[in-house]
């Protein structure tokens, strides 16, 4: 079964600015802060946006973190994907990592380098 692209994601040093420059430039509306793995963002500067006929998405980070996009395909499990993408020539990134909601995170490099974010929803 092909995988579907879920999610999106855009980290900076100052992820309030962010949102603000993409809410004004794309007319994006974001939730409360949310709670994710440590490695993705500064705790209570992620913030969630859902624009409509879209993928969902988040804007995050802080003064650590290295500026960026990322898309995040649906797998069953990361650890297993992150171990295929290993065998295929590519390398881990991050995690797994969990989120305290269940959500199951990681990211890859493919062989030219281009990272990835992999997600396994709580069931």
Not at 29 to 45: H, K, L, M, N, Q
Not at 62 to 78: C, M
């Amino acid at each position: 079964m092909a995988r579907p692209v879920v999610h999106f994601e855009i980290t900076g040093r100052d992820p309030e600015a962010l949102r603000r420059w993409f809410g004004e430039l794309f007319a994006w509306d974001f939730d409360e802060p949310s709670t994710v793995a440590e490695g993705i963002s500064d705790p209570g500067r992620y913030h969630f946006t859902a624009p409509e006929g879209g993928i969902p998405g988040g804007v995050a980070g802080g003064p650590g973190y290295t500026p960026g996009t990322l898309f995040y395909v649906a797998v069953d499990d990361v650890e297993a994907a992150l171990a295929r993408a290993e065998e295929l020539g590519g390398r881990r990134v991050f995690g797994p990592a969990a989120a305290p909601s269940g959500l199951v995170v990681g990211h890859l490099a493919d062989p030219e380098g281009n990272v990835v974010g992999l997600a396994a929803l709580p069931v």
